[in-house]
T-cell receptor, first 114, second 115 residues
Framework: GAGVSQSPSNKVTEKGKDVELRCDPI?????LYWYRQSLGQGLEFLIY????????KSGLPSDRFSAERTGGSVSTLTIQRTQQEDSAVYLC????????????FGQGTRLTVV | QKEVEQNSGPLSVPEGAIASLNCTYS??????FFWYRQYSGKSPELIMS????GDKEDGRFTAQLNKASQYVSLLIRDSQPSDSATYLC???????????????FGKGTHLIIQP
């Protein structure tokens, strides 16, 4: 596709439910990043994929968070047993090769846990 | 811990003046630096990348990198009200094995251009 695509754009879920957020990177981009941004705050790094591998999982806030990437393309971020503090905008970015190449963001998924 | 530091602002600049945004980073090994612009309620948009010491110009934007002092700056000439946004500095740190460690962002500087 022309840009990074994220779905859904908005998600409202009840506390305790599981949610899946999807990121479809720019075609041919091998590096994929997930970030979280709470209202008025900076970008919090969650996880980085190079191909299907995640060299750095240290940013995931708790074991309720997991992410996978299959076929070197689409990535899914799963949050289990959602809590109100999980409410934020979840941003995905991709770059051609990681390692210093320019990264481009999707429009984000706004998650609200009620 | 690898960090990117920015003054949160707000930085207020009169229309037509030069806006100067600064960023420092903690890791001497970092090679790649980026500036993003983020409007309220929108996702970050890449505006400049810089890899070598010195200046890089693109239209009204100039990025400056000084690796010895570990700082990166962004100059915006002839500032316009539409430049009002949060500007995020990012560094691509490397891990102990020399591999990419992912993009680390500063918290951003809120820039206000006064008409």
């Amino acid at each position: 596709g022309a840009g990074v695509s994220q779905s859904p754009s908005n998600k409202v879920t009840e506390k305790g439910k599981d949610v899946e957020l999807r990121c479809d990177p720019i075609s041919g981009h091998t590096a994929l990043y997930w970030y979280r941004q709470s209202l008025g705050q900076g970008l919090e790094f969650l996880i980085y994929f190079q191909g299907n591998s995640a060299p750095d999982k240290s940013g995931l806030p708790s074991d309720r968070f997991s992410a996978e990437r299959t076929g070197g393309s689409v990535s899914t971020l799963t949050i289990q047993r959602t809590q109100q503090e999980d409410s934020a905008v979840y941003l995905c970015a991709s770059s051609l090769a990681g390692g210093g190449t320019e990264a481009f963001f999707g429009q984000g998924t706004r998650l609200t846990v009620v | 811990q690898k960090e990117v530091e920015q003054n949160s602002g707000p930085l207020s600049v009169p229309e037509g003046a030069i806006a100067s945004l600064n960023c420092t980073y903690s890791d001497r090994v970092s090679q790649s630096f980026f500036w993003y612009r983020q409007y309220s309620g929108k996702s970050p948009e890449l505006i400049m990348s810089i890899y070598s010491n010195g200046d890089k110009e693109d239209g009204r934007f100039t990025a400056q990198l000084n690796k010895a002092s570990q700082y990166v700056s962004l100059l915006i000439r002839d500032s316009q009200p539409s430049d009002s946004a949060t500007y995020l500095c990012a560094a691509d740190f490397v891990d102990s094995g020399g591999g990419a460690d992912g993009l680390t962002f500063g918290k951003g500087t809120h820039l206000i251009i006064q008409p």
